[in-house]
Structures are given as C-alpha cells and as structure tokens.
Nanobody
C-alpha cells in the first residue's frame, strides 16, 4: 500500500521559515519524481516544486529563490524548505509521487502565514 505522509506545517509570521517533509512508503522511492503542490479553498491545486529521480528541480515563479526542494532516497523523504514566507503562501501543501502514469498523493499539511 502506497502512503505519502506530509508533516511540518504550521502557523508562522511573515518572513518566517519552515521545512515540510514527506515520508513515502510502498513505492520504489528513488525512481519517482517527487513534487510539492499547494491549494487554497476554492482554488485549483498548483505545482510549487518538483525534483526528478536524477535530482533536477523546477519551481513555480512565485516561489523561486525562496523555496528549495530536496530528496533523501535512503530515507524515502522529500523536503520543501521555505524561507521569507508571505501571507499568500498560506495553503494546504501536498506531496505527490509520480512514475510514468502512476501518481500518488498525500493528505496535505496546512501552512498559515499571518501576522
């Protein structure tokens, strides 16, 4: 059974930093492209960052220079380091694993940026 479990969300003030973690099980983690998405109520889910099996990365323009995605294959984890957070970064953040046509999602973790 595939499971992706996000953690690390919380409430913090603008300009703060946070690291999200996603722990995977039930998949051959190293071959999967791992991604972080986010979604606000009533809005479409959007891609934030991804990292391929060869560790190439890609970021949404809105987070470039502030967010960093990394992976640790030995621990089957992917991370999203976020700095200089803004109120508009407030969302539920989801982890996704993809290999070919197969994709799996976590349940999400809430990040709230507010003064």
């Amino acid at each position: 059974q595939v499971q992706l479990l996000e953690s690390g969300g919380g409430l913090l003030q603008p300009w703060g930093s946070l690291r999200l973690s996603c722990a995977a099980s039930g998949i051959t983690f190293s071959i999967h492209t791992m991604s972080w998405y986010r979604q606000a109520p009533g809005k479409q889910r959007e891609s934030v960052a991804l990292i391929t099996s060869s560790e190439a990365t890609n970021y949404a323009d809105s987070v470039k220079g502030r967010f960093t995605i990394t992976r640790e294959n030995a621990k089957k984890r992917v991370y999203l380091q976020m700095i200089r957070l803004k109120p508009e970064d407030t969302d539920v953040y989801y982890c996704k694993a993809q290999y070919g046509p197969h994709e799996y999602w976590g349940q999400g973790t809430q990040v709230t940026v507010s003064s």
